[in-house]
């Protein structure tokens, strides 16, 4: 069974930056998409980037594009997400998960990564 760890938040000033990773086992993430989600109370899981299993495609909201930044190595079984010139309204818990379609293809989930982006 795939188990999910994500590290690399923490307490951070609006405009600066954080690497958050992801470190899988039990599954080879070369198999999947992966992704990066995040949540905030009261509101359901939104997706914040998506890298394709080559690691040569990725795709991001809109929002994001050029903030954001995916990365994966599947030697390490890990995925990164460089955030840059980040905003309060990137306050969340981030989470990382394969995808299928436009979700989440696994149910379990790791235990996220609180960021949290002070004015």
């Known amino acids: 069974q795939v188990q999910l760890v994500e590290s690399g938040g923490g307490l951070v000033q609006a405009g600066g930056s954080l690497r958050l990773s992801c470190a899988a086992s039990?599954?080879?993430?070369?198999?999947?998409?992966m992704g990066w989600f995040r949540q905030v109370p009261g509101s359901e899981r939104e997706i914040v980037a998506r890298i394709m299993r080559n690691g040569f495609s990725a795709y991001y909201p809109d929002s994001l594009k050029g903030r954001f930044t995916v990365s994966r190595d599947n030697v390490r079984n890990t995925i990164y997400l460089q955030m840059n010139s980040l905003t309060p309204g990137d306050t969340a818990v981030y989470y990382c998960?394969?995808?299928?379609?436009?979700?989440?293809?696994?149910?379990?989930w790791g235990q996220g990564s609180q960021v949290t982006v002070s004015s």
């Open positions: 998960n394969a995808i299928v379609g436009e979700g989440p293809l696994w149910n379990r």
């Open positions: 039990g599954r080879s993430i070369s198999d999947y998409d």
